[in-house]
């Protein structure tokens, strides 16, 4: 079996894929959430992982094969440490460098997000036309892939969570508020002021930057993925497609894309 791990700032979401000679068949058998902790160790993280695979039934010790997309680097070695700990296996980190034939417009390849590149490639492998990816995670990213597979860049946003987060921490008399739709745009309490302008306010942003993009290139499909998708999705007609485990399709085809080409 393969197990993908997409390391985020708030989750780490792990999905575990069937395998056959070779090949890795694209529905995840399985997809756990593990809260991203830097302080955690690999021995907690493999007792959290075996677990999982205990309660849902699988044999750990059936995966043979490891791929990860991090953009937590302080996790990067515990994540090594547990695979060849507890499985004996060498990790497979994808990058900028190892993600198959997406082509990257000149100056963005060597920074870009391991999640923002996993989301585009899987993104147009599925669709092979022009598709703008809006991972909906910690921080909101808008990513830009053309109809000729070239990968033109995007947008990164602060996520709802991390606004939530800094009005409560930065403002003495705001509370932490859930994020969720309002009855009115025009709030009456604290709470409901506080939700309209969280709710509306970023519901306006993702519409505003998707009217920009827009203009600067055709693009065919719009497509959502990360753990507040759901939330935004009905209020966002010009995205039709919601794809929660996006990110764990991209790891899947560039490592089996670095397999067949000897890379692991
Ligand atoms: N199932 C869910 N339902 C609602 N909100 C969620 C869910 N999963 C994650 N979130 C929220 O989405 C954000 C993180 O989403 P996720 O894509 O897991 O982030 P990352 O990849 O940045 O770690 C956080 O604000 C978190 O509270
Ligand atoms: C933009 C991100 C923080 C999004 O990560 P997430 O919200 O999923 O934790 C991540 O893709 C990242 O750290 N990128 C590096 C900078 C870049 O992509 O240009
Ligand atoms: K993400």
Redesign the pocket.
């Known amino acids: 079996m393969f197990l993908a791990l997409?390391i985020?700032?708030?989750?780490i979401?792990v999905g575990l894929f069937a395998m056959k000679d070779e090949k890795v068949l694209p529905e995840p058998l399985k997809v756990w959430?593990m809260s991203?902790v830097k302080e955690q160790t690999s021995d907690e993280y493999a007792t959290l992982l075996m677990n999982m695979f205990f309660y849902a039934g699988f044999d750990a010790k059936k995966v043979s094969n490891f791929a990860i997309a991090s953009v937590v680097p302080s996790l990067n070695a515990v994540f090594e440490e547990l695979i060849k700990k507890y499985f004996g296996k060498k990790m497979f980190f994808v990058n900028p460098k190892n993600c198959g034939d997406l082509v990257f417009a000149a100056e963005n390849s060597k920074e870009t997000g391991a999640?923002r590149i996993a989301g585009i490639v899987a993104a147009y492998s599925v669709y092979n036309d022009s598709c703008v990816v809006i991972d909906?995670?910690?921080?909101t990213t808008f990513d830009c892939i053309n109809s000729e597979g070239i990968y033109i860049g995007g947008a990164i946003v602060p996520?709802?969570?991390i606004s939530v987060q800094l009005l409560n921490l930065k403002i003495e008399q705001l509370p932490r508020v859930e994020m969720k739709k309002p009855l009115k745009s025009i709030g009456l309490t604290t709470i409901e002021c506080m939700q309209s302008g969280l709710y509306f306010g970023y519901i306006g942003l993702v519409k505003e930057l998707i009217a920009r993009i827009k203009r600067e290139m055709e693009v065919k499909y719009i497509i959502a993925t990360?753990?507040?998708a759901?939330?935004v999705f009905d209020e966002i007609e010009e995205i039709e497609i919601i794809l929660p485990y996006l990110t764990l399709m991209g790891i899947r085809i560039i490592w089996e894309k670095s397999n067949l080409n000897g890379g692991n």
């Not at 985020?8 to 989750?11: A, C, I, V």
């Not at 909906?136 to 921080?139: K, R, V």
């Open positions: 997409d985020g700032n708030t989750n979401t959430k991203t999640d909906f995670g910690t921080a996520g709802p969570a990360g753990g507040l759901g939330l």
